[in-house]
Antibody, heavy 120, light 110 residues
Framework: QVQLVESGGGVVQPGRSLELSCAAS????????MHWVRQAPGKGLEWVAI????????YYADSVKGRLTISRDNSKNTLYLQLSSLTAEDTAVYYC?????????????WGHGTTVTVSS | QSALTQPASVSGSPGQSIAISCTGT?????????VSWYQHHPGKAPKLMIY???NRPSGVPDRFSGSKSGNTASLTISGLQAEDEADYYC??????????FGTGTRVTVL
């Protein structure tokens, strides 16, 4: 079935880097734009970034621009999010999501998230 | 990008109708018919409920409906049921080719 599974979260010290992965299955990964969305503890959902179907372009929320990098490897059906210069404000559950089949501007398949905790 | 504004909480009794507003600007909600709504139960993956303002994916009950007027979009739940208790978020495409979520609304079924 169509599925997204995030991994790579954990506890990391401030200023360090971390790479999250999102493994896709059950659909033609290379045909879909992909998003990252995060939710800090006690806060709402926050859109983070999107990558084009071939990884040639990406857009970012102002809050993460320059520190987070979205990328993908279509040969591995995997989406990535590189987090650098981490601060406590990056502590969150990170979800990957697929651009909806029915609408270019919605997200119809989500993973269950991976948790990143930035703490010394 | 400022988050779209939603009421923090809305409640209703079973069978009643409730509406959740989502207010943005002409650079997001008002400028495009690309508002979507998500239901989120804590600890689970968010679920798409409405896309492109008023369209419902298959499998979503028809008691969920969406609309938009100017810079404000709305999600209406008619015939509220216990399983509808969750957090709801709107999101919109923006003029910067990015997306912005709403602040989120906790729906409580009394």
């Amino acid at each position: 079935q169509v599925q997204l599974v995030e991994s790579g979260g954990g506890v990391v010290q401030p200023g360090r880097s971390l790479e999250l992965s999102c493994a896709a299955s059950g659909f033609t990964f290379s045909s879909y734009e992909m998003h990252w969305v995060r939710q800090a503890p006690g806060k709402g959902l926050e859109w983070v970034a999107i990558t084009s179907y071939d990884g040639s372009s990406g857009y970012y929320a102002d809050s993460v621009k320059g520190r987070l990098t979205i990328s993908r490897d279509n040969s591995k059906n995997t989406l990535y999010l590189q987090l650098s210069s981490l601060t406590a404000e990056d502590t969150a559950v990170y979800y990957c999501a697929r651009r909806a089949t029915l609408s270019y501007h919605a997200m119809d398949v989500w993973g269950h998230g991976t948790t990143v905790t930035v703490s010394s | 990008q400022s988050a779209l504004t939603q009421p923090a909480s809305v409640s209703g009794s079973p069978g009643q109708s409730i509406a959740i507003s989502c207010t943005g600007t002409s650079s997001d909600v008002g400028g495009y018919n690309y508002v979507s709504w998500y239901q989120h139960h804590p600890g689970k993956a968010p679920k798409l409920m409405i896309y492109d303002v008023s369209n419902r994916p298959s499998g979503v009950p028809d008691r969920f409906s969406g609309s938009k007027s100017g810079n404000t979009a709305s999600l209406t739940i008619s015939g509220l049921q216990a399983e509808d208790e969750a957090d709801y978020y709107c999101t919109s495409y923006t003029s910067s080719s990015t997306y912005v979520f709403g602040t989120g609304t906790r729906v409580t079924v009394l």
